[in-house]
């Protein structure tokens, strides 16, 4: 083989490093007589169709020649990611010298350089269908720059580098060197995910518990760049204060076969904050080699808060997954608060007078249980114009007990059911509750008659009171 074919073999191995060797592990050669030639049409056109995929977490075992790969593999296909296709203007391919200057160019791409030093066009972006693909079509011989331009909705944590191809490529196909007009390249990407769920199952008042999971995906790096960065980065709302030392890391790998961390293998930062402020799982380089030999396994974070105010009722939370300087944000959860505002007011009286001194707890049932404790409170207590505040149950359905009715009124016979919405404190959820006085002791007869009656017992009493003593005493003196 003439020296002329060599940059050909050189260049088709940079580009299935950069490009083509995405599936397989199969380097492409130049065919014998790779040269500009009568083989060669300068005429013709060619095209380029991306098959975008997630990255697999071994290698596929894939051919990787340019063509295309029937059926297709058996991966996920990435839809809307854009590619950017550039054609580099002044590398003419029907010369040896532009086979040269195209390998050179390849080279330097490989290695993070960019087009600087030549001219070019835009030839336009495209994005991937449902299936991954986006094809350019109607290509002139020459040289083209590939970029990854936007992921779309897709997570990427490792995006394609830059790649170059040449229109026609020089392969070997089935043994058989050939030009390759149509050509089929399959860049893939580590993809990161992030899932929040939260616990306020067992959170009824202000100060109950509400825990926090993060499940964070492990990418597959299969081809592309290592694992140089992961944490877990959670900025927790000002109403939630974390509980110290409750932090707890966990991994698996895609067997959800537990990983082993020690305790080496990652930090935890906890806010310095009573409230609010960031907590961080931040993997050391222990820690990252383990992850790097998981890919499709999962990395979980736990902790818990305390819920402190309700602000507005509505606690949000989502987390952010830096891995390799890429952001992976996950779902947003949230937990639903409001308040209750309880008014006693005597039923008789109008306008309403408030009654001071009603105390009343909350419960989940209707009967029996033990009272919910709101920041530390079980009972309270209505004030002198008749109302209080209850300032932070969860969203729901609750039961308001009186355990004791203001001075002179009689207390309110079984529970009262309210509904809890979530708000702000000046939205509470107002429940009226009136009593009725205890009325007062009454004679059965009142006015003239009633005197009269009285004072003729009276007398009569006193009357029966001399006889009896006279007759008494007139018994004894005859003794």
Request: proline letters at 6%; zero cysteines.
């Amino acid at each position: 083989m003439s020296r002329s074919h060599r940059p050909l073999r050189r260049l088709a191995a940079a580009v299935s490093a950069a490009a083509l060797g995405v599936l397989g592990m199969v380097a492409l050669s130049a065919p014998a007589g790779a040269a500009p030639g009568p083989n060669l049409d300068p005429d013709a056109t060619g095209s380029l169709t991306i098959h975008k995929y997630e990255s697999p977490n071994t290698d596929p075992g894939l051919p990787n020649d340019g063509s295309e790969i029937t059926p297709d593999p058996t991966l996920n296909p990435l839809a809307g990611v854009e590619f950017t296709l550039t054609q580099v203007t002044d590398i003419d391919l029907t010369t040896n010298e532009g086979w040269n200057e195209a390998d050179a160019l390849v080279t330097s791409v490989a290695a993070g350089g960019d087009l600087t030093g030549h001219t070019s066009a835009v030839v336009g972006s495209q994005s991937t269908l449902a299936d991954g693909t986006t094809t350019f079509g109607s290509l002139s011989m020459g040289v083209y720059y590939v970029e990854e331009t936007n992921p779309g909705a897709n997570q990427i944590v490792a995006p394609v580098e830059p790649f170059i191809v040449m229109i026609p490529l020089p392969t070997t196909i089935d043994g058989e060197s050939t030009w390759l007009y149509d050509v089929h390249v399959y860049p893939k990407n580590a993809l990161g995910e992030n899932e929040k769920s939260l616990d306020d199952s067992d959170a009824y008042g202000l100060g109950d518990t509400v825990s926090f999971t993060v499940d964070s995906a492990i990418p597959s790096f299969f081809g592309t760049e290592d694992l140089a960065g992961y944490s877990i980065v959670d900025d927790l709302d000002t109403r939630l204060a974390v509980t110290a030392g409750t932090t707890v890391v966990t991994a698996v790998d895609g067997a959800a076969v537990a990983i082993t961390l020690d305790p080496l293998d990652y930090t935890v930062t906890e806010p310095a904050v009573a409230t609010g402020g960031t907590l961080t799982v931040e993997f050391t380089a222990s820690g990252l080699a383990k992850l790097a030999a998981a890919p499709g396994g999962t990395v979980t974070v736990a902790f818990e808060t305390t819920v402190t105010a309700i602000g507005d009722g509505t606690i949000t939370n989502d987390v952010v997954t830096f891995i390799n300087d890429h952001e992976i944000t996950s779902n947003t959860v949230e937990t639903l608060w409001g308040a209750v505002q309880i008014a006693k007011y005597d039923v008789d009286t109008d306008p309403r007078v408030g009654l001071e001194g009603a105390v009343f707890e909350v419960y989940l049932e209707a009967t029996g249980g033990d009272p919910i404790a709101v920041d530390g409170a079980t009972q309270f207590t209505t004030d002198a114009d008749g109302t209080v505040l209850i300032p932070g149950l969860k969203a729901g359905t609750y039961y308001l007990d009186e355990v004791t009715a203001p001075d002179r009124y009689l207390p309110v016979t079984g529970r009262i059911e309210v509904t809890v919405t979530a708000g702000s404190l000046e939205e509470a959820t107002v429940v009226e509750v009136a009593n009725e006085k205890i009325p007062d002791v009454e004679l059965p007869l009142t006015g003239g008659e009633g005197v009269a009656l009285f004072t003729a017992l009276g007398i009569g009493l006193i009357l029966i009171a001399v006889g009896t003593a006279v007759t008494l005493a007139r018994r004894g003196a005859r003794r």
